[in-house]
């Protein structure tokens, strides 16, 4: 008991102790009943009990009381901490839990394999990310972006090949403006560049794709099939649309990235996306036909917009009703490039 309140043992250890001392004092052989045995125990018990409930009423009383010895220290926090406990967080009651449960019954191996592994990393994503970063397989990969891969989530490309040209060291900065709260600050690097053209996706993706591996080596298959499908695309596509086939990518990484049921590898569920940034009549690239937005940056003296090189989805599709001249797109066929 005076170890207990010396906070040398722990309650669990005490009453272990104190067992095996009665234990030795009165054999249970010599005692049928229990009595002799049990009685001590239930004393020395509340004692322990009795202790602890001191404790509790001390922290109540006035915390921050200084001139405690560091044994007393440690019994003080250690009752604070059972007072404080929260509550039992019951994850059976979830109304997912029943939903995951079938649907893990239906996805591939692949993204069960992915969802255990963002499951052990979230239990503590800044030790896990710590832990890479010390390892000697950490790859070249922007501070920034660590977290998000290992969470599953999309990756920001445009970071990654900033962080690939770029020669300014990231600093972490902590400025403390008042008792308990400091601001964190990192000093990024400043985004020269942006994924633009098929050589700077290229380059991002092998970066990405090798980060990924490290983090999730099942996914290489995946991976591979995702970039041999957007460089298909790439190959037989002119240049004038290709930030069109970026665009689609990085829709496609972020849808994946809201989702645990599918994965990069999923083509064939790309389609609305597919439509939607690269199919001349998609919502993210077809352009009111008819009028003329009001004049603004970059915009000629005739009210309309600079030209662009990029081929007019309108005028492809037979329904632009802006002169060549003031349109501000391209009237060339969307995949040769020429007029015709």
Not at 79 to 86: F, I, L, N, P, T
Not at 111 to 130: M, V, W
């Amino acid at each position: 008991v005076k170890e207990f309140r010396d906070g040398k043992v722990s309650k669990g250890k005490a009453i272990l102790l104190i067992t095996q001392e009665l234990a030795k004092a009165n054999p249970p052989e010599l005692d049928q009943q229990g009595s002799t045995f049990a009685n001590p125990l239930q004393s020395y018990i509340n004692m322990l009990e009795s202790h602890e409930q001191e404790i509790c009423n001390a922290a109540d009383r006035g915390r921050g009381r200084r001139g405690r010895s560091p044994s007393e220290e440690q019994s003080l926090h250690r009752g604070r901490s059972k007072c404080r406990r929260r509550p039992h967080l019951d994850e059976s009651k979830f109304p997912w839990r029943v939903n995951k449960a079938i649907q893990s019954s239906l996805v591939s191996p692949q993204l069960l394999q992915t969802q255990e592994s963002i499951d052990n990393f979230s239990c503590d994503i800044k030790c896990t990310k710590a832990a890479l970063q010390n390892s000697f397989i950490c790859p070249d990969f922007p501070n920034s972006e660590f977290i998000p891969a290992f969470m599953g989530k999309a990756v920001n490309f445009n970071a990654i090949l900033a962080h690939l040209h770029s020669s300014t060291i990231t600093e972490h900065r902590t400025q403390s403006i008042g008792e308990g709260i400091s601001i964190h600050v990192d000093t990024q690097p400043e985004i020269a560049k942006s994924v633009r053209t098929q050589g700077n996706w290229l380059n991002a993706c092998l970066k990405y794709n090798k980060a990924i591996l490290c983090i999730f080596p099942h996914r290489g298959p995946g991976l591979n099939t995702y970039f041999q499908h957007i460089s298909s695309l790439f190959s037989a596509s002119i240049p004038a649309i290709h930030s069109q086939i970026i665009a689609y990518d990085k829709a496609v990484r972020k849808h994946v990235g809201s989702h645990r049921d599918i994965q990069l590898s999923d083509i064939h569920k790309f389609a609305a996306i597919k439509m939607a940034h690269i199919d001349s009549f998609g919502i993210g690239v077809a352009t009111p036909s008819g009028g003329a937005e009001k004049k603004g940056r970059g915009q000629s003296r005739g009210g309309y917009n600079t030209k662009d090189t990029a081929p007019c989805n309108n005028w492809n599709a037979d329904c632009c009703n802006i002169h060549s001249g003031k349109c501000r797109y391209a009237h060339v066929c969307s995949k040769c490039g020429h007029k015709h």
